[in-house]
């Protein structure tokens, strides 16, 4: 049996995980470097968007299956960050929202969804359940993938206004928001990670876990390229009332 890393070397390899991280598709390469269309953009923000709301469905999933209040405590402000509060215009999905309209999309586009391929469904669909199914400590480690979105947003925020003047820079509130939450939010699930995975073979369960929430980003991005790059949507989105026919 072998022994198991120190916490140190556990939080290395899962740091190390970010060179898969999809800052490095080539779809997310090529928004930061400014070579998207406005289409391509709109397709992004469009799909992104069911990916946003159903953060705090997981986040509830991983509450319903913690069995600790002080977790769950901390953990509960995740889905006040994404929800928001009975202030008008709060919560990240509003903010998501008025991304959507800064890049030229109406609110009722986004919401209802029209833009959403089955691909970016079938992927968060996939990591909503993994967090219903799986136990807490599991679904919580699934969310380190935010070890790594500070950079994704700091990047945006740094090359979006440059690349793409178009856009209105009241709708990157989102991004500028998540650069302290996230950071908040990788402090506790790195704990949780870091106390419950004590095991050798615990740690390379937690280094499989971290693996899958990579791979769902990287698969919706994957779907997306099809679609918006390749122009190889799938049936349902060839219509009237797609992106792509415009």
């Excluded at 991304?99 to 833009?115: F, K, M, N, T, Y």
Aim: hydrophobic letters at 40%.
């Amino acid at each position: 049996m072998l022994s198991p890393w120190s916490s140190q070397e556990f939080e290395q390899k899962l740091r190390a995980k970010g060179s898969l991280y999809h800052i490095y598709h080539p779809l997310h390469v090529a928004m930061n470097d400014g070579k998207c269309s406005q289409t391509q953009i709109q397709g992004w923000v469009a799909n992104r968007y069911y990916y946003q709301i159903n953060i705090p469905i997981k986040d509830a999933a991983i509450l319903a299956n913690c069995d600790q209040p002080d977790i769950r405590r901390e953990w509960l402000q995740r889905i006040i960050d994404h929800d928001g509060t009975v202030e008008e215009g709060s919560g990240g999905i509003e903010a998501w929202l008025r991304l959507a309209e800064a890049v030229g999309l109406s609110r009722e586009e986004v919401i209802d969804q029209r833009h959403v391929l089955p691909g970016v469904r079938f992927a968060v669909d996939a990591y909503v359940n993994f967090a219903r199914r799986a136990s807490w400590q599991e679904a919580a480690c699934s969310s380190l993938t935010e070890l790594f979105a500070p950079t994704i947003h700091q990047q945006r925020l740094d090359t979006w206004p440059q690349h793409y003047p178009w856009i209105d820079t009241n709708g990157y509130q989102y991004f500028r928001t998540r650069l302290s939450e996230a950071r908040r939010d990788v402090a506790h699930g790195l704990t949780i990670t870091l106390q419950h995975f004590e095991t050798r073979e615990q740690q390379e369960q937690a280094l499989d876990i971290l693996q899958f929430k990579l791979d769902i980003l990287w698969s919706m991005l994957d779907a997306m390229q099809l679609a918006y790059v390749y122009d190889e949507a799938p049936f349902h989105s060839c219509s009237d009332t797609n992106l792509l026919s415009g």
